[in-house]
């Protein structure tokens, strides 16, 4: 675990997933309340770091984007050093982004060392009319691999902070 100089905690978390899952926009609405309507596949922003007090204490979350890399499949083993905890991110409207999250998972394990606090994240629920993958296949699809979930729009912002909460307290508890 690694300290921020200053005493406090420094949290690095990755966040990953099939491209156009909306991974980028999850971390601008978190870190700025920003959303991008036209995000096209990356501006280069490697991470992002936010800070949190967790029982009175200072923690800074570094969220970690793939910046595209994703599309080439050449996610490198740097982006997974060092984490802590992970977002595993799939669209609720696209089921090949859900087919693909065990493939994420087994690189994530692959790359990464001891506990990482682990989210499943079902994005776009905003977009129901048009749902692709139900909530209990999500659910149950944590349930086995022993992740956290939440479906989440980075759009109307439906839970983005609530999912990053989760695995920052997670990680916490891991660390404390
Ligand atoms: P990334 O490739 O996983 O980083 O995905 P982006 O964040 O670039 O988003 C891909 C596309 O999906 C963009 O057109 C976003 O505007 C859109 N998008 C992202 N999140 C949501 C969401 O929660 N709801 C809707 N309706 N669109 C979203
Ligand atoms: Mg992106």
């Keep these: 675990m690694e300290e921020d100089g200053g005493g406090g905690y420094l949290f690095k978390i990755v966040v990953i997933g099939d491209s156009a ?3 980028s926009n999850l971390l601008s609405r978190f870190a700025r309340d920003e959303f991008d309507p036209n995000s096209k596949a990356t501006i280069g922003v490697e991470f992002q770091t936010q800070e949190v007090i967790i029982d009175g204490k200072e923690v800074k979350a570094q969220i970690w984007d793939t910046a595209g890399q994703e599309r080439f499949r050449a996610v490198t083993s740097a982006y997974y050093r060092g984490a802590v905890g992970a977002l595993v991110v ?15 998972l087994d690189e994530l394990n692959t790359h990464s060392d001891g506990k990482i606090a682990t989210m499943l994240v079902g994005n776009k629920c905003d977009l129901e009319s048009i749902r692709d993958v139900s909530i209990q ?3 149950e699809l944590a349930e086995e691999e022993g992740l956290f979930f939440m479906e989440t729009s980075a759009l109307d912002s ?3 902070s609530a999912a990053f909460d989760v695995v920052i307290r997670e990680i916490y508890v891991n660390v404390s």
Aim: net charge positive.
């Design 21 to 23: 899952v909306g991974k």
């Design 90 to 104: 799939y669209d609720i409207t696209r089921r090949t982004t859900f087919e693909s999250v065990k493939r994420w």
């Design 137 to 139: 296949e999500g659910k």
């Design 158 to 160: 439906t839970n983005v």
